[in-house]
């Protein structure tokens, strides 16, 4: 079982229709995953209208890219 998404992560969208749209973008997650009324695990993320499935998110380690952004 996959440890759940947390305000702050970085991911990458795959295997569904708006990963071609958004090819290697790296979103940053603006909330932890929680679960919708409809019952699916989904997360916000900055830039996105809408919360986001989080099954079609991966995570991305970027430490460089954490540590330059906490300066």
Known sequence: ???PL???ELVVM???YEASQYDGRIWSCTSDEFTSHSGAKV???DGFSGFFAAEF???VNL???REGAAE
Do not use: E, I, N, Y
Request: charged residues 20%; aromatic residues 6%; hydrophobic residues 35%.
């Open 1 to 3: 079982m996959r440890k």
């Open 6 to 8: 947390q305000k702050g």
């Open 14 to 16: 795959h295997t569904c």
């Open 43 to 45: 997360v916000f993320l």
């Open 57 to 59: 998110l991966q995570r």
């Open 63 to 65: 430490p460089q890219a």
